[in-house]
């Protein structure tokens, strides 16, 4: 079931929306048209479940061309809602424009809730009887900044959604399958580099509005889908700029709640336009992504801008990245182009295995095994109980090597247990990082080797 919250711009919507889904998920201005997307969330109240959805607002589009597609995903919003939220200001009064939006929504034949906002004192109680006057019964008087009657106001939303019929005592009932959880997605990058049409083009349609226009999308969208038999949640976020380039306050909040999407990802897309070189921004934002230890893709759009001969060259400009991106050479490259929809479900498929990949627990017989190997290849490993075979004179260091486990899933985690009487040089973590990728399946996934001494 899904409610769309709509009004004229700066009524509140978005302060709304947050208040009702308890988290700050749209950002929230005095700048007139902050929203432009359709920005879905979750809200639950009394053991129920709806989609609330926040829009730009109606508004006449003008002869922006970005202002006309916002009203395009606003009538897109109405289409799909089961319930309309209709958001009015108590301190504007009723105007022209409410009754304008009025008779928009009257056409649509679906509930509609109209809900007074700011409601901040007593006395502004009396100014909210104007609003019958539009003709969708009593109005709801809340305050989305405070709270105040935000409960009554969800209760109102659960009574008009969930008016189900009883069933019957001797009606089978359906228990379904509990569903798996969703694998998250996040597409970042810089400005212009196309995540939107990329996020656009897995959806297969216009979820997010796209514009040569820098810092179009303004907030992190998420849209769950299903594919091959698993959930997964893509979100788009805001095209991420250096800071002394911000000087905007919308795009300021845009890029921090950009960076905070990171945290609850499972997989990183990383988006690079194809042909161009790696530019000192692309460098911040991977060194932003290689903190969070997730799974990353390396997405290199507008591919259908290339040349032909410039195609044929793909190993080199894969070499090239590999340089210019060298702490993530475990990451896989996917060339796709959201214009042509080329490669698009490769995204999707390399995600799920990358998530795979994160959960696996290895059997310790595996590892055990890889150890034994690491010992007979290289010299510097030995058994603790070959210790005494090699003299002290001898100027090469030896580390005794008692056990190799892991001790974490999602990212894995290893512990190497070895006597450390003299540290462990970086150069030796190193080679056993290269022979682990090398024996194990680990594209696209970071991985962290911990050296602990026997008990």
């Known amino acids: 079931m899904k409610v769309c919250i709509i009004g004229r711009v700066n009524v509140g919507k978005s302060t709304l929306f947050n208040r009702l889904i308890d988290q700050e998920k749209a950002i929230i201005s005095k700048i007139a048209g902050t929203t432009r997307d359709r920005?879905?969330?979750?809200?639950?109240?009394?053991?129920?479940?709806?989609?609330?959805?926040?829009?730009?607002?109606?508004?006449?589009a003008g002869i922006n061309k970005v202002e006309k597609k916002v009203q395009e995903q606003t009538q897109v919003a109405l289409k799909e809602a089961d319930l309309i939220l209709f958001v009015v200001d108590v301190k504007d009064g009723l105007l022209l424009e409410d009754k304008d939006i009025a008779k928009i929504l009257r056409n649509l034949k679906k509930p509609i809730i109209v809900a007074v906002n700011k409601v901040d004192k007593n006395s502004l109680r009396k100014m909210a009887s104007d609003f019958f006057k539009l003709g969708f019964g009593e109005p709801m008087l809340i305050s989305a900044i405070t709270g105040i009657g935000t409960g009554d106001?969800?209760?109102?939303?659960?009574?008009?959604?969930?008016?189900?019929?009883?069933?019957?005592?001797?009606?089978?009932?359906?228990i379904k399958e509990p569903i798996k959880k969703p694998v998250k997605i996040i597409l970042t990058g810089r400005t212009n580099v196309g995540k939107s049409s990329i996020f656009n083009a897995i959806l297969g349609e216009e979820r997010v509005i796209v514009s040569e226009i820098?810092?179009?999308?303004?907030?992190?969208?998420?849209?769950?889908?299903?594919?091959?038999?698993?959930?997964?949640?893509?979100?788009?976020?805001?095209?991420?700029?250096?800071?002394s380039k911000i000087d905007c306050h919308i795009e300021k909040i845009g890029s921090l709640q950009s960076l905070q999407t990171f945290k609850r990802a499972d997989v990183i897309c990383l988006v690079l336009e194809a042909g161009e070189t790696a530019l000192s921004q692309d460098k911040r934002i991977a060194n932003h992504i290689e903190r969070t230890n997730k799974g990353v893709i390396i997405v290199v759009n507008k591919w259908d801008l290339l040349s032909q001969k410039d195609k044929r060259k793909v190993n080199q400009y894969i070499q090239y990245l590999k340089a210019q991106f060298s702490f993530f050479l475990w990451a896989p490259i996917v060339f796709v182009s959201a214009k042509e929809n080329f490669q698009i479900k490769k995204i999707l498929d390399t995600a799920l295995k990358i998530k795979q990949r994160l959960n696996r627990i290895f059997d310790q017989k595996e590892l055990d095994k890889f150890l034994e190997e690491m010992k007979k290849k290289y010299s510097f490993f030995i058994d603790p109980s070959e210790r005494k075979l090699h003299p002290k004179t001898v100027k090469q260091k030896f580390f005794s090597v008692y056990k190799f486990s892991q001790i974490r899933d999602n990212p894995p985690k290893f512990a190497l247990v070895i006597q450390q009487k003299t540290p462990l040089p970086q150069a030796c973590l190193n080679i056993l990082e290269k022979e682990l990728r090398k024996k194990f399946d680990f594209e696209g996934i970071p991985f962290t080797i911990e050296l602990e001494k026997p008990e």
């Not at 879905?40 to 006449?60: H, M, P, S, V």
């Not at 019957?168 to 009932?173: C, R, Y």
């Not at 999308?217 to 769950?224: I, K, N, S």
């Open 39 to 60: 920005n879905y969330a979750e809200c639950f109240w009394r053991k129920e479940k709806f989609d609330l959805i926040d829009t730009g607002g109606l508004q006449d």
């Open 153 to 174: 106001l969800l209760d109102e939303i659960v009574k008009k959604l969930f008016v189900l019929p009883k069933i019957k005592s001797d009606e089978n009932i359906i």
């Open 214 to 243: 820098p810092h179009t999308t303004r907030e992190a969208l998420d849209t769950l889908i299903t594919y091959k038999n698993q959930s997964i949640l893509i979100v788009d976020t805001a095209g991420l700029r250096k800071k």
